[in-house]
């Protein structure tokens, strides 16, 4: 007999409850009969989901409460992001709220706190994140994005050259955060600062890079003898890189929530049943009800590899960094076979890739079936999802060097 010794929690279904209801008013009309289309939204679309949801204080629900947040365990802040991917609901920008935001109120000054977080919690400040370079990505430690500290008549100062690449919606920031060489003569790591920079700063330069899924997400992000005030050191000058370790543990940890591939595999039945080969239907080919259980019981292992990182965040107050491995390793591996296993049941019906059906307002004819450009869209685009964040390759050795106590 199997006895289920978890308790349950009813406060959780009740907040899983209240989500959903948020997600049937809150991403309804327009938003919602694009965001079924696997149309793009805009800043302005994107801001107006963020603020609902800061509005709610669920943001920041995960910061501690002295901070603006409401002290959630990773329980519930799994249960927002579940839900929120169950429903289809835009993707929650988290370069400020799952960021950089923790990294400052744990290790920034209280002026910093007091300048910078308001904004995180409203919204009302975009960020976004620079870290790699185009010789330090998978090595991020050798970036030689400079910072040299300098004094006169204005205040302390640093001066910034360099270059960063991959910057994701550095069109739509306000702020980046920034890994930054203090000491160039130190070990790598050592001499590595984490600074807070403003976009509209003279010598900051943002140039667009176009993506595989003919989408501008990415940039580069020039520092052409860029001004920075001493005060948005964050902590100690030379320990950046206990930071960006630190904010790199809740960054992979929150690509992780289940919610998003239930919805995956919901889309795959439907076209499974939709698409028929020699007169029956593909959902009763074996082939592909082979491929279905294997997605099942992969994503069945990713919820309780989630369970586990729950369990480790409790023990040690933070994402633990070989657990967040481990969880973004899965997630996005299994986010790939599902999306390539629609694109193999899509393919029956050729595979046009019609991108401007993604754009809101176009009204042309679409060729094959509705979901077909939202999909190839997200196949494409998730073709990066073992790269960003640090490649599968990166996951596996942190997980290999965590096994062996290396
Ligand atoms: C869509 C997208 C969005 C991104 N957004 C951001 C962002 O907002 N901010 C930001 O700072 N960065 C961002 N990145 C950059 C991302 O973090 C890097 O691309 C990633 O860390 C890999 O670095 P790289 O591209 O330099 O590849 P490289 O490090 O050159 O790696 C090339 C290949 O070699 C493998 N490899 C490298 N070293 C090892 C090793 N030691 N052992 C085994 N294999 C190895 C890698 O796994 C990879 O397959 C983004 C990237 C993408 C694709």
Redesign the pocket.
């Known amino acids: 007999m199997f006895i289920n010794t978890v308790a349950h929690d009813d406060d959780l279904d009740a907040f899983r409850q209240e989500v959903r209801e948020f997600c049937h008013t809150e991403l309804s009309g327009d938003i919602r009969a694009r965001l079924d289309r696997g149309q793009q939204l805009g800043k302005d679309e994107h801001d107006r989901y963020m603020k609902a949801l800061a509005r709610r204080g669920w943001l920041v629900g995960h910061w501690p409460r002295e901070h603006g947040g409401q002290d959630w365990g990773p329980e519930r802040t799994g249960a927002l992001h579940d839900e929120l991917g169950r429903a289809g609901a835009p993707w929650l920008i988290p370069f400020g709220v799952t960021m950089v935001g923790p990294v400052i109120y744990t290790f920034g000054s209280e002026a910093q706190r007091d300048r910078f977080l308001p904004g995180i919690i409203a919204n009302d400040v975009w960020w976004?994140?620079?870290?790699?370079e185009p010789g330090?990505?998978?090595?991020?430690a050798s970036l030689k994005t400079r910072a040299v500290f300098a004094e006169d008549a204005e205040g302390p100062h640093y001066v910034v050259n360099g270059q960063?690449?991959?910057?994701?919606l550095a069109h739509w920031a306000d702020w980046i955060f920034c890994l930054v060489r203090t000491d160039p003569n130190a070990k790598k790591q050592a001499g590595i600062s984490f600074l807070l920079i403003d976009m509209a700063t003279p010598g900051v330069t943002v140039r667009p890079i176009k993506?595989i899924d003919l989408g501008h997400?990415?940039n580069e992000v020039f520092f052409d003898n860029v001004r920075v005030p001493a005060e948005n050191l964050v902590g100690e000058e030379n320990k950046g890189w206990e930071y960006a370790k630190f904010l790199l543990g809740y960054e992979r940890s929150a690509g992780g929530a289940a919610g998003k591939y239930h919805r995956y595999l919901a889309q795959l039945r439907q076209i499974l049943g939709d698409t028929k080969e020699g007169g029956r239907p593909l959902a009763e080919d074996i082939r592909f009800r082979r491929r279905m259980a294997q997605h099942e019981a992969d994503l069945a292992a990713l919820t309780a590899l989630g369970a586990d990182q729950h369990a480790a965040f409790h023990a040690a107050g933070r994402p633990s960094l070989i657990g967040a491995a481990a969880l973004k390793l899965r997630a996005t591996e299994l986010q790939q076979a599902i999306l390539q296993t629609m694109v193999d049941v899509l393919a029956r019906q050729g595979l046009p890739y019609q991108p401007e059906a993604l754009d809101a307002g176009w009204n042309g004819e679409l060729i094959g079936p509705p979901e077909m450009a939202g999909i190839l869209y997200e196949h494409l685009t998730r073709r990066?999802a073992t790269?960003?964040?640090?490649?599968?390759?990166?996951q596996r050795?942190i997980i290999a060097k965590g096994a062996l106590g290396l």
Do not use: P, R
């Open positions: 976004c994140q620079g870290y790699s330090a990505g998978s090595d991020l960063k690449i991959w910057t994701t993506t997400h990415l990066a790269i960003y964040g640090g490649s599968s390759e990166i050795n």
